[in-house]
Nanobody
Framework: VQLQASGGGSVVAGESLRLSCAAS????????RAWFRQAPGKEREFVAR????????KYSDSVKGRFTISRDNADNTVYLQMNNLKFEDTALYYC??????????WGQGTQVTVSS
């Protein structure tokens, strides 16, 4: 499975962005998918995940209520809608794929910068 993330950019606090993660490969439609992020000088942290069916999702407390993860299995793409962005959301965002909480596949990061 190959993952390609896009959609990052620079915004002002309070604005929105939507990240996309396109997947290719035979198993891409049946893998759970997630977003992680890593800010400068910090460890990579979990942001959100969605099951391969799209019926189950989970969020970190820091983004709950502001971010929404979704997937379109017709084109093997997962989205992260990020609303009401805050300065502390600034990070390199990575998409990941796997099963059972094991994230085997990783895409390249896409930078999100939020100015206050």
């Amino acid at each position: 499975v190959q993952l390609q993330a896009s959609g990052g950019g620079s915004v002002v606090a309070g604005e929105s962005l939507r990240l996309s993660c396109a997947a290719s490969g035979r198993a891409s439609a049946t893998t759970d998918r997630a977003w992680f992020r890593q800010a400068p000088g910090k460890e990579r942290e979990f942001v959100a995940r969605v099951s391969w069916t799209g019926f189950s999702s989970k969020y970190s407390d820091s983004v709950k209520g502001r971010f929404t993860i979704s997937r379109d299995n017709a084109d093997n793409t997962v989205y992260l809608q990020m609303n009401n962005l805050k300065f502390e959301d600034t990070a390199l965002y990575y998409c990941a794929g796997g099963r059972g909480g094991e994230w085997t596949y990783w895409g390249q990061g896409t930078q999100v910068t939020v100015s206050s």
